[in-house]
C-alpha cells in the first residue's frame, strides 16, 4: 500500500474533514417523507441523522402549500399528537423551548392554532384561561400545573384533553390530573382573534421560528 508523504498527507486531512462536513450538512437531510393532509397542510417526516447514536424518533415538521407549489414552514417539530384541519385552519401541538435552547429537557409542548400563510398563533394560554374560569380554579395554578393539551375533533367541536401534575408550593388536593374543555370553532375563532389582536411577534427559541404568542 502507497503511504503519502507527510506534505501530502497535510494537504489531504483538511480537505477529508472538509468531505465530512458536507456529507453532515447535505447528504444527511435528503431522506424524507411528506404526507398531504387537507387545505394545502402536510406532514413531513425528516429522517434522523446516521451518524448519531441511540434511539432517534424522526422529526415531523408541520407545512402548508401554496397554490402556486411554494411551502411555508408552519412549525419543525410537532410533539406527536395528530393535528385537525378544519377549513382553512389547523390545530397543532408543536414542540417548543424555553430557558435552554440547546437542552432537549427544555422542549415543552405547547398548542397552536394557524390560518396559512400566516404565523402560528400560541393560544395555550387562553385555552388554560377558559378552562380555569369554566372550573372555578385558580389560573395562576393552572399554568403552573400543566402539562399537555391534545386536541380533538369530535360532534362537529374541538375537544381538548388537559393534562395536569401539580408542584412547588401550588398544590392543590382537589387538582384534577386530566379533565377536557370543549370548544365551538366560532370560540375556537374568538380565541384565534383574541392573541392577534394582543398578542406580539416572538421565536422559537431552539428553531427560531416566528409566531404570535399572548402571556398572560
Excluded at 497535510?10 to 444527511?28: D, Q, V
Excluded at 394545502?40 to 432517534?56: C, D, I, M, R, S
Excluded at 385537525?84 to 432537549?104: H, K, M, P, W
Excluded at 403552573?144 to 408550593?169: C, D, V
Aim: aromatic share 10%.
Amino acid at each position: 500500500m502507497e503511504i503519502l508523504p507527510m506534505k501530502h498527507m497535510n494537504k489531504f486531512i483538511p480537505h477529508a474533514a472538509l468531505t465530512l462536513l458536507c456529507l453532515g450538512l447535505t447528504g444527511c437531510q435528503t431522506h424524507k417523507s411528506i404526507a398531504p393532509l387537507s387545505h394545502g397542510y402536510e406532514e413531513v417526516k425528516h429522517a434522523a441523522h446516521p451518524f448519531l447514536t441511540g434511539n432517534q424518533t424522526p422529526r415531523i415538521s408541520f407545512e402548508y402549500r401554496t397554490a402556486d407549489d411554494k411551502t411555508i414552514l408552519v412549525w419543525p417539530s410537532l410533539y406527536g399528537v395528530k393535528e385537525i384541519v378544519t377549513d382553512d385552519r389547523a390545530i397543532f401541538v408543536g414542540d417548543t423551548a424555553y430557558v435552554d435552547a440547546d437542552s432537549n429537557k427544555s422542549l415543552r409542548p405547547r398548542l397552536f392554532a394557524v390560518k396559512a400563510p400566516a404565523l402560528p398563533l400560541d393560544i395555550t394560554d387562553e385555552i388554560l384561561w377558559r378552562w380555569a374560569k369554566a372550573n372555578g380554579k385558580n389560573f395562576t395554578k393552572t399554568l403552573n400545573n400543566f402539562n399537555l393539551i391534545i386536541p380533538e375533533e369530535k360532534n362537529g367541536q374541538l375537544e381538548l384533553h388537559l393534562e395536569f401534575s401539580q408542584g412547588g408550593y401550588l398544590q392543590d388536593d382537589n387538582w384534577p390530573d386530566t379533565s377536557d374543555l370543549q370548544l365551538s370553532w366560532q370560540q375556537v375563532l374568538d380565541i384565534m382573534r383574541s392573541v392577534e389582536k394582543k398578542g406580539v411577534p416572538e421565536k422559537d427559541l431552539r428553531w427560531q421560528t416566528p409566531y404570535i404568542g399572548e402571556k398572560f
